[in-house]
Each structure stands twice: as C-alpha cells, then as structure tokens.
C-alpha cells in the first residue's frame, strides 16, 4: 500500500466513526423504565375507624402498591410467608394475638429487614405479645387517651427523611398519655401538649429492620392533614428503604 494512501484511509475511517455516532446519538431516546412501586401490606382489625377515608390516604401515593388485610383474631396476613414480597408493613391493629406461627412469621420479617410503621392505636397491635414493647419502642403502655384536641406539634429533627421539609403543624386528633419510651428511640415529633406525653414519633432498628411509631392518625379529620399524609408515607418509604439521609 503507498505510504501517501495511508492517511486518507484513516481519515476517512474516523469520519464513518463520527458519522455512525452521531446517527446513534440521533435516534430518540426509548421510554425510561417504570420505577418499581413500593409493595405495603397494610393490616388492621380490632379498632373501628372510617375505612375509605383511610384508605383514600394510600390512593395519594402514587409510588405504592398497597394490600389490606383485616385481622379477625390476629396474624391471618403472616401464617404463611414463604413467597413474602412485600417492602413494608403498616400496623394499624389493636389488642391482636397472632398464632404462635403468625407471630414467629411476623418477627422473623421484622428481625431481617422488613420495614416496620405502628400507626396510632396499633401501639397495642399485639400488646398480648410480650416481645411487641420492643418493637414498638416503649417500656410501659399507655394509661389515657383523649379524642378531639388540637395538638400543636413540633419537628424535633428537620433533617431526618421522614420530617425533611415539614415545619410545625397542628392537627385535630387522638392525645395518648402515660406511655414511656425505651432508651435508644430517635424522636421525630413532639408535643407541647399536657393531654399527651411529649414524644409524638420515633425511629428505632429492631433486628435489621427499620421501625417507625407515629401516634397521630385517629379518624377522618386526622387523615385530611396532609402532613399527617406527607409523615406517613415518608414513613413508609423510610422504613422501605426508599429514603436516604442526605
């Protein structure tokens, strides 16, 4: 080959190059993948309360595929757990007693990394479990509740995911008083409130799993705060681990 013709070809070979990348480069993006949903299991029982208001909550987060499950004696949603593929679970049970099955099957998901949310009164979601204090974070229960107050609350930690963002708030609801937190939670939300002992919500591990107690959540005119919407499905997302800190 003459030494002259050498670097043409080589010209010419690095402009088909650049031609063929800009071609690709040209052609129009496909459609981004669909960000897989968070799966929820949601259980309740044992506690009336206006169920499609509640439910309404769960609709607004478009980023979650949400099961309900109605517990009649306690653990109908865990004696069997073998094809589990759920990120979270949302307790909002009250004075349940699982099988000795249920309750292995619960614990053991919660021990190695289920995200766990306690909402308002599943604080005694199986109180008859003696191990459940634990998970809930507390060393003795509540002795007194009172419906209908204007509670004022207060963002104890701006910087966690759960609360990044939100500012002070008040919110009609459910106080609950004589409880005492287990050393180690990481409070969230406080109240100044006398009808209600001053921690409103906290974070803790159980096991590997996060754990998240959120007091507030009674009825309809709870559910229509949206920072109570905006707490709870950070919560979930958290517990899920779909929030990182910053």
Request: proline content about 6%; aromatic content about 10%; some cysteine.
């Amino acid at each position: 080959m003459s030494r002259h013709r050498l670097p043409v070809l080589i010209v010419l070979a690095a402009l088909v190059a650049l031609s063929a990348e800009s071609a690709l480069a040209a052609e129009p993006a496909g459609p981004a993948p669909a960000k897989k949903k968070t799966k929820v299991l949601v259980v309740y029982g044992g506690h009336g309360f206006p169920v499609a208001p509640f439910r309404k909550v769960f609709e607004g987060y478009q980023d979650m595929d949400c099961t309900f499950v109605e517990e009649r004696t306690g653990g109908e949603a865990f004696e069997d757990t073998s094809d589990w593929d759920y990120d979270a679970i949302v307790l909002y049970n009250y004075m349940k007693k699982p099988s000795d099955r249920a309750w292995k099957n619960f614990a053991g998901l919660v021990d190695r990394g289920t995200g766990l949310v306690i909402l308002h009164h599943a604080i005694y979601g199986y109180r008859p479990r003696p191990e459940f204090i634990k998970m809930v974070g507390v060393t003795s229960w509540l002795t007194g509740a009172k419906h209908g107050v204007d509670i004022r609350v207060h963002v104890e930690d701006p910087k966690h995911p759960i609360t990044r963002g939100l500012a002070d708030f008040t919110i009609h609801d459910e106080t609950y008083q004589g409880h005492k937190l287990a050393p180690g939670m990481h409070v969230l939300l406080s109240t100044d409130t006398p009808a209600n002992e001053k921690p409103i919500a906290w974070v803790h591990t159980y096991g590997r799993s996060p754990v998240c107690y959120f007091q507030l959540g009674h009825d309809a005119a709870a559910y229509a705060s949206k920072d109570f919407q905006a707490i709870l499905g950070q919560a979930i997302r958290w517990t899920a681990g779909r929030l990182a800190a910053k």
